[in-house]
């Protein structure tokens, strides 16, 4: 399966704004004490008071503070393992988009619209469990048959040892949604913006956000258990597929074991090597054909020796021949098949579902969130058809206005950016230019792209996807089709930087460091962010964090390396750089003394969003102090409007997590979690201190600070 684009979201894993004035709000009604009494004022203080937990002291735990209110009324329970504001958001998205969904007929905008109707009809034939049970295991079969069997169980197809061929089972499965052995992308050339380029990367094991995981024991355990669930569901015998995939599993582990490390992939220049095809078939060894392989993966384009593309992780590719050397033929082709299969349990009767391998590496037998099916179908839904979901959503839930100020709101976060440069005496004159020069090019997308509200742009650009309303299977087939030719047209042309490429409906913002462009997206412009009755400070608390936390990752440890181009390039004085390296280490050591349920949480892992967190909401305080608009006072909240900033920022945050979530989140998020990206942040600001009136030496008011921008 092709991959698209890197980037830095706001938000980790499987989650990843309306900046209104006080002298703009429509329907608010202001009394002589310029207090707001209006419904929505009161709901929004109400809402903001409930949060807090007012018999904690701000300055000795300022997350407990903002949001231990919000905890109680929200227990973790035993089906949830994470909870927190910004989830209940995105439900909140899901469940006005169920509705849109589910309404008779395929209308938009007042004209039939086919993108419209498809998107229904995949949801339908995925909500349609009496079409999907009636064909069973079988769509799964045929496929296994047609790629040359899988001997963990019995098809009726047996496997011919003789005519299998390794590379001509990697070449089939990778042209479909395969990823055995290593993971293939098309992203924008880091050293060459006018085109794009195939990167080769490590991959094609299941748990690959854990590949250390593997020489756990418990981490088998699960996998065997999903592997035997998935053979029974196929017909096979317990023993023989424990016996088969066990195999498999050590094979998964052998590849593990020579995946290059996260931390040596922080920094992009480690990540960018680039390769001409023949170069690249030296490194990996005889045993695979590259320039068959593109073929097969490309079709219809001519590979040549001399093509390039970029290697991010080359040790990984001259070790991965002689693990694929040391396994037998036929725990290759289960390999492969396992690889292949994964990805449709999701499409098959309901049963395969409990076949989900990632839930071993958050051990215990719970979802992140418990869906129902029609949940969990819409979700299915929006990711085939992003922009026609969107687009049902947007037309009634999203105000244009809203853009408008967000847009106003980064401008001027920007320009704190740049107004602090002055400050900065650790960094010289010519490295300054540079940052100012950086600033003043970034880019920015907001809410989402104007195109998908025309109709007929919205049906052209979701044309050739076919989408039957009783083959959810064959709509799967059909949506990995369409994803991977849009990423084969997009290899072919310059990269472009009014590309979308989320979903705007997702509760997240972006930046994308080789297009030097902020990206915030609809979802997070909901109004339980960003409601109109918010007073100013709270929401450049909320959502000004957010934004000046991406303009930031522009400059952070990884972000700084690339120029205002989104060249990968080192343009730093080398003492300033140096001094750079000091001030993260602090950053590092002061987030490395943290624990959650009794582990340490790890500074260099999470330092760049550490970084953009901590000059982000510095940028966002800033710009709101300097917003001169007359502050509207919400009843029932007593806190100054500088202390709401703070609050605000902290609501953002409010998230509770079971310990196994929490300890997933340790060892795989490149953010804090949400209690120290609140607390780290704060205990670093002398303007927060200065709010709360926080005596030096506090908690939240330590004399050592950690400071870059
Ligand atoms: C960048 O890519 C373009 C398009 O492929 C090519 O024409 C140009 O020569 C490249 N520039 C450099 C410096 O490699
Ligand atoms: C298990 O494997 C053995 C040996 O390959 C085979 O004879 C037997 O039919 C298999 N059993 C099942 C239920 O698949
Ligand atoms: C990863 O980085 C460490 C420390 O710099 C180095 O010793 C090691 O060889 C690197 N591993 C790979 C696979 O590049
Ligand atoms: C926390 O971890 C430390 C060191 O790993 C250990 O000594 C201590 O007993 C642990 N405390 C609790 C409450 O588990
Ligand atoms: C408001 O907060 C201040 C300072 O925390 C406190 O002294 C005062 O009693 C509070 N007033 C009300 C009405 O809650
Ligand atoms: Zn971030």
């Not at 905008?109 to 419209?116: D, E, L, R």
């Not at 244009?400 to 001027?412: L, M």
């Amino acid at each position: 399966m092709l991959n698209s684009l890197i980037r830095v979201c706001y938000i980790g894993l499987s989650v990843c704004i309306l900046l209104v004035s006080a002298s703009t709000l429509r329907d608010v009604e202001y009394s002589d004490d310029h207090y707001c009494h209006s419904e929505g004022c009161t709901e929004a203080g109400r809402s903001i008071t409930s949060k807090l937990d007012r018999s904690v002291d701000p300055c000795e735990d300022i997350f407990q503070f903002s949001c231990g209110g919000w905890f109680k009324d929200n227990p973790i329970s035993e089906e949830w393992n994470e909870k927190s504001p910004l989830i209940d958001v995105s439900l909140q998205i899901d469940e006005r988009l169920l509705e849109l969904i589910r309404q008779d007929g395929w209308e938009f905008k007042g004209t039939p619209s086919s993108a419209i109707k498809k998107l229904k009809e995949f949801y339908w034939s995925c909500v349609d469990m009496g079409a999907i049970d009636e064909k069973g295991a079988e769509p799964l079969k045929q496929l296994i048959d047609d790629f040359g069997s899988w001997t963990v169980t019995e098809t009726e197809k047996p496997w011919e040892k003789d005519k299998w061929d390794l590379q001509e089972a990697i070449f089939k499965t990778h042209a479909w949604w395969g990823s055995s052995f290593f993971d293939i992308g098309v992203s924008a050339d880091e050293k060459n913006g006018s085109r794009n380029i195939v990167s080769m990367s490590q991959g094609g094991i299941a748990l690959s956000e854990l590949p250390e995981s593997y020489t756990e024991e418990s981490t088998k355990d699960f996998f065997m258990k999903a592997a035997v669930k998935l053979g029974e569901l196929l017909g096979g015998s317990s023993v023989n597929v424990t016996a088969k995939m066990a195999k498999v599993y050590d094979l998964e582990k052998n590849l593990a074991q020579i995946f290059v490390p996260k931390e040596n992939l922080t920094n992009p220049f480690n990540a960018y090597n680039l390769m001409t095809l023949e170069d690249f078939q030296k490194l990996i060894g005889s045993w695979i054909n590259m320039e068959k392989f593109m073929e097969s993966v490309f079709p219809e384009l001519d590979w040549r020796d001399e093509d390039e593309l970029v290697v991010i992780t080359p040790e990984y590719f001259k070790e991965l021949q002689n693990v694929v050397q040391d396994t037998d033929k036929e725990t290759l082709a289960n390999y492969i098949m396992w690889n292949l299969i994964l990805p449709t349990v999701g499409y098959l009767p309901e049963e395969f579902e409990d076949v989900n391998i990632k839930q071993a590496t958050e051990s215990e037998d719970k979802a992140e969130i418990p869906l129902s099916r029609q949940t969990s179908c819409l979700q299915k839904a929006v990711k085939v058809m992003p922009f026609a979901a969107s687009a049902l959503y947007i037309d009634l839930f999203f105000s244009q206005e809203t853009n408008v100020k967000v847009v106003i709101a980064i401008d001027d976060i920007e320009h704190e950016f740049i107004n602090n440069l002055d400050e900065l005496h650790w960094i010289d004159q010519v490295t300054k230019q540079n940052l100012r020069e950086k600033a003043e090019s970034m880019t920015n997308q907001i809410g989402f792209p104007d195109w998908i509200l025309n109709p007929s742009k919205l049906d052209a650009y979701y044309d050739s996807l076919v989408v039957n309303p009783d083959d959810f299977w064959g709509n799967f087939i059909n949506a990995n089709q369409f994803q991977s030719n849009q990423i084969l047209e997009s290899y072919q042309k310059p990269p472009d930087k009014r590309k979308w490429d989320t979903s705007p409906l997702e509760v997240n913002a972006f930046y994308y460091s080789t297009e030097n462009q902020m990206v915030v997206l609809a979802g997070i412009l909901h109004e339980d962010i960003v409601s109109p009755y918010y007073p100013t400070s709270y929401v450049y608390g909320k959502l000004g964090s957010i934004i000046g936390h991406e303009i930031i990752h522009g400059f952070d440890n990884s972000g700084r390396l690339y120029d205002k181009d989104g060249h990968l390039q080192d343009s730093w004085t080398p003492h300033v750089a140096e001094e750079f390296d000091q001030r993260a280490q602090c950053f590092i050591d002061q987030y490395d003394s943290y624990l959650v349920y009794n582990h340490s949480l790890s500074g260099s892992q999470t330092l760049g969003e550490n970084i953009a967190d901590n000059g982000g909401m510095r940028l966002a305080y800033r710009a709101y102090k300097n917003s001169i608009k007359p502050e509207l006072r919400l009843p029932g909240l007593n806190l100054t409007d500088d202390q709401l900033f703070f609050v605000g920022m902290s609501h953002f945050h409010c998230g509770l997590f079971s310990e196994d979530s929490a300890l997933f989140r340790l060892r795989t998020d490149t953010h804090a979690i949400s209690e120290f990206r609140v607390i780290g942040t704060m205990s670093n600001s002398r303007d927060f201190a200065e709010a709360f009136n926080c005596p030096v030496g506090s908690p939240m008011n330590p004399e050592e600070k950690c400071e870059i921008w």
